[in-house]
């Protein structure tokens, strides 16, 4: 399975931004969707935005529609997630993920995740 590395997390106030990157490593990312999941503390983690393998289709939870977006550069095997209008709400540990395009992220491959933290 491919291997994950996220990065760009950090402590920003509200209204800022941020971009996440996430790096994969022992395969080729244009075969798999990508997705970032977050997981606040006595959350469960759920799924932010996803893209498919190509980049053609993005989808996105509502809470964050309009304020982030997703996109990919397989030439680099790398994903993005960029952050803004950044809420306290949206503090959270944010996981990168990688699927085959029909299969279940929990069959996935994870990131060790990144944190994003957002003062009020």
């Known amino acids: 399975q491919v291997q994950l590395v996220e990065s760009g997390g950090g402590l920003v106030q509200a209204g800022g931004s941020l971009r996440l990157s996430c790096e994969a490593s022992?395969?080729?990312?244009?075969?798999?969707?990508m997705g970032w999941f977050r997981q606040a503390p006595g959350k469960e983690r759920a799924l932010v935005a996803s893209i498919s393998s190509s980049g053609g289709r993005t989808n996105y939870t509502n809470s964050v529609k309009g304020r982030f977006t997703i996109s990919r550069d397989n030439a680099k095997n790398t994903v993005y997630l960029q952050l803004n209008s950044l809420k306290p709400e949206d503090t959270a540990v944010y996981y990168c993920a990688a699927k085959g395009d029909w299969s279940s992220w929990s069959d996935g491959s994870w990131g060790q995740g990144t944190q994003v933290t957002v003062s009020s």
């Open positions: 022992g395969g080729t990312s244009s075969n798999y969707a």
